[in-house]
């Protein structure tokens, strides 16, 4: 069985949101943080966004800062809240988990991944 599932892609117009969950049920989960990712085809995985075991410390890219809230709940499940958003967002998005301990947004630092799910963004 796969330890992370993403669910909420779909095809959304630009301005429009879109909200993703991952699903970790399998997982000890205080003892994770964890990290949504987006690789658009072509181009290098990027970590956009990462939030502590405890919910407490988050980061984000700039290029999603202000548009993208990342946020965990004890039913242990990642979110990932985008608004307005842009054709450059388009992008297959994963979520990820890294031991805890300092936030980091190194794909080699994260051990599980999901499967991934696809955004896109029409203009």
């Known amino acids: 069985q796969v330890p992370l599932v993403e669910s909420g892609g779909g095809f959304v117009q630009a301005g429009g949101s879109l909200r993703l969950s991952c699903s970790a049920s399998?997982?000890?989960?205080?003892?994770?943080?964890m990290g949504w990712f987006r690789q658009p085809p072509g181009k290098e995985r990027e970590g956009i966004s990462c939030?502590?075991?405890?919910?407490?410390?988050t980061y984000y890219a700039q290029s999603v800062k202000g548009r993208f809230t990342i946020s965990r709940d004890n039913a242990k499940t990642v979110s990932l809240q985008m608004n307005s958003l842009r054709p450059e967002d388009t992008a297959m998005y994963y979520c990820a988990t890294s031991p805890r301990g300092a936030l980091t947004r190194t794909p080699y630092d994260y051990n599980y991944w999901g499967q991934g799910t696809q955004v896109t963004v029409s203009s």
């Open positions: 399998r997982l000890p989960w205080t003892d994770l943080n």
């Open positions: 939030i502590t075991w405890s919910g407490d410390t």
